[in-house]
Every structure is written in C-alpha cells, then in structure tokens.
C-alpha cells in the first residue's frame, strides 16, 4: 500500500515561542527525555540538524535579526511570530531516503512560509519526521495567519505540496480532514492497532493528551501505522441518488402513498384561493360550521338585517331641522 504524504502546518504565536520551538526540535528540553516520554533519548544522536544556527537561543536571535532588517516594527500578542511545518515519512520509512526527501521539504517550506529559521530531522520517535521553522516575512510584512489561512488555504497548500515534491517519491495525496462517523471509526480502529500492538505510548503519562489527539483528527495517526483513511472516509459518505430515486421519492413530508392521500384530501377540501366550491375544485368532506360563542358570561342575541347609516334620526324623535331652536347668550355672542 502507498503510504500517504503528511504534512501539518502550525502558527506560532506569543513572545518567547520561537525559542521555545526551537529548544523542543533541538531537544534542548530536559523533561522531554525521561523514560515516560515518547521521545527516545538512545535515538537522540540520529536526529540530523539540517538547517539554521546551533542553539536554541541562536536561532530566535536570526529570526529577530532578520525583521529587524525589514524594518518590521513592534508585534502585536498575537501576532504569528514563526510558521511550523512538520513533513512526516511511515514508520518504516516507506522505502524513501528521508534525507533527500526532507531536503526536499525545506526548500518547498522556503518558498511557501520565508526564510527558514532552523530544520531538523527526527529519528527518535516512533515515525521519522522533519520540523521546519519559517519566518513568515513576505515583502517587509510578518503575514504568517495569510500565508497559513484557512480550509481552502490548506487544501490548496497539501495539492502543491504532493504536486512538487511527495508525488516525485511515490507518496500519494494526504487524506482530506475526516468530519463526523468518519473520525469516529477512524479513531477507533486507531486505538484499536495501538493497544493491540502493546504501543508503548499507551504507558506515557502524555497518553491521555495523545488518546484526545487521536480522537480530534485520527489522520495522521492513521498514516503513521498504515491505516488508509481516505477509505474510512469514502465509507461514510452518503451514496449517491439516482435519478429513478429523485423522481419516486416522496420528499421530506409523507412517507406513504396513504398518508400522502390523506394530505392531498385535506388540502382539496380547503377553499383555494380565487375559486369557490365547485367551480373545478372537488367537494371534500363536508365541514361542520363554527359554533358561535361570546366572550362575556351572558349570551347576546345574534344582530339581524343592515345597520342604517342614514342621517335619519329615529322614529318619534324630530328631526334638527324642525326641532332646534336658536338661543343667545348676552350680550350678542352666540
């Protein structure tokens, strides 16, 4: 089976980050080495600095000289300081050579993020991988949320990724982020292999943060011990309708053709608007009337014939005309 090409993406955020990346990739990090750690220390003297200062301390220095070169200002808190990329092989390493492959990595991360700040080869963890750190300096700008973006952004970035480099070493496309059943059957069947293999992450104290990693996005978990997720995915999707079913279908009203008639009937019997019973509509059932009822506790009897809006007044009583008689107050003012 073709192992799938991982590529991870991470904004870096906060003062001190860039330090605090550059100490764990040069595994300066003393408390990352204790015998619960994922982390071999017996591995350590594998791992292959391919690019960048010596230090920790050296290499967020570089980053500083480097904007302070452009002439870039202050930063916000929460501004993307340095851009991640994490190139990740199978465990066996798929029959690839990974020097030449994360050489190849660096130069494309290059000339996606900026400058690179420091790379490193792992080779003391259960899968052979490669971090790079990337100043994201483009024209004078720190523009590292742009460059990282967001889902279409990061499609686009894994296309041109296995376009220019993992598809040249036979690895295939990543597999796009799996959402709803997809996760949860992929994540199981990932613990699963893990504890059926005895993997000795399970023994890590770090084991709950990484079994809550897992269940997030089981992808690159899955690819690093073989799983195919872009199978688990196909899987969960709903299969496509035919046009046989579109048109047989009874929407997302009555199920059934008697409940379907049902609704019909109740709807013919209606009064449509513009035409009357009869005139091209069927009589349904015959409705009963409303029973009339007053909102007062004394019944009133019902009003019969038209209210007269003459200006006639009522009989016996005569009319303005004949009956007003003028009068003056004193003094001659009406």
Not at 60 to 77: E, H, I, P, S, Y
Not at 241 to 260: D, F, V
Request: a positive charge; aromatic letters at 4%.
């Amino acid at each position: 089976m073709t192992a799938a090409a991982v590529l991870r993406l991470k904004k870096l955020t906060g003062a001190g980050i860039v330090l605090a990346a550059a100490r764990h990739n040069r595994r300066a990090i003393a408390a990352e080495l204790g015998a619960a750690s994922h982390i071999n220390p017996a591995r350590c003297r594998l791992n292959v600095r391919m690019e960048g200062p010596e230090t920790p301390e050296d290499v967020a220095k570089l980053a500083q000289t480097l904007m302070d070169a452009a002439g870039v200002g202050k930063l916000r808190r929460d501004a993307v300081r340095a851009v991640e990329v994490v190139f990740s092989l199978p465990a066996d390493g798929g029959g690839i050579d990974p020097g030449a492959y994360f050489a190849a990595c660096v130069a494309w991360a290059r000339e996606q993020f900026g400058p690179v700040l420091s790379a490193d080869a792992h080779h003391d963890e259960a899968t052979p991988h490669a971090h790079v750190l990337c100043l994201p300096l483009k024209a004078g700008r720190m523009v590292g949320s742009d460059l990282v973006g967001g889902p279409a952004r990061l499609r686009t970035l894994q296309t041109a990724f296995h376009a220019d480099v993992a598809h040249g070493f036979g690895l295939k496309r990543g597999a796009a982020r799996l959402s709803g059943m997809s996760r949860e059957k992929l994540a199981a069947a990932v613990l699963a292999h893990m504890k059926a293999a005895a993997d000795p992450a399970l023994k890590s104290a770090a084991w709950p943060a990484i079994r809550d990693a897992i269940e997030r996005d089981p992808r690159p978990f899955a690819e690093s011990i073989g799983f195919d997720a872009s199978r688990v995915s196909e899987a969960a999707k709903k299969p496509a309708r035919t046009l046989a079913s579109i048109m047989t279908s009874t929407g997302r009203g009555a199920k059934t053709r008697e409940a379907a008639e049902r609704r019909d009937r109740a709807l013919m019997a209606s009064k449509p608007i513009g035409l009357g019973v009869g005139e091209g509509v069927p009589k349904g059932p015959k409705l009963e009337a409303p029973k009339t009822r007053t909102l007062g506790s004394v019944g009133f009897a019902p009003a019969t014939g038209f209210p007269d809006r003459s200006n006639r007044p009522p009989e016996g009583i005569p009319s303005s005309s004949t009956s007003h008689t003028e009068t003056h107050a004193p003094g001659g003012v009406s």
